[in-house]
C-alpha cells in the first residue's frame, strides 16, 4: 500500500490506497465537506457528535485534522442528518468510488 502526495487548490491532500478498489483522500488541514454536512444538518459540533455516536472531540478531530470514521453506521447517519444521499456523503469526507469499468476488467481476468 503506497501513498502518494499531491497538492490541489489551498489543501494539501494525502491519497493512500485502502484497497484494491477504494482509495481515500485524508485533508491534513481537516475535512471541509464533513464540516458542509454538520451546517447543512443545522447542528453544532457536539449534537453532530451525539447524534452520531462519537464524542466531541472525536467529531472535532473528524473536521480539523483530517481523520476519517471506520464505521458506515457514522456515513449513514450522516446521511440521514444531512438529508444527503450516502455516496454523496462518501465523497464529500474524501472516499472515491473505483471505476465500474475497471472493476468488471478484473472480474473478467479473474479464474473461474
Do not use: C, H
Not at 21 to 47: D, F, H, P
Not at 55 to 69: A, C, F, I, V
Amino acid at each position: 500500500m503506497g501513498v502518494l502526495s499531491l497538492r490541489i487548490p489551498d489543501i494539501y491532500v494525502r491519497r493512500t490506497r485502502m484497497s484494491d478498489n477504494m482509495e481515500v483522500n485524508t485533508s491534513v488541514r481537516g475535512n471541509a465537506g464533513l464540516k458542509a454536512l454538520r451546517e447543512k444538518a443545522g447542528l453544532n459540533r457536539s449534537q453532530m457528535a451525539k447524534a452520531v455516536g462519537v464524542s466531541p472531540r472525536m467529531w472535532q478531530r473528524y473536521e480539523n485534522e483530517g481523520r476519517l470514521p471506520d464505521k458506515i453506521d457514522f456515513v449513514l447517519k450522516v446521511s440521514v442528518l444531512a438529508e444527503t444521499p450516502v455516496d454523496e456523503v462518501l465523497k464529500a469526507i474524501g472516499f472515491e468510488f473505483p471505476d465500474r469499468n475497471a472493476l468488471l476488467a478484473e472480474t473478467e481476468n479473474a479464474e473461474a
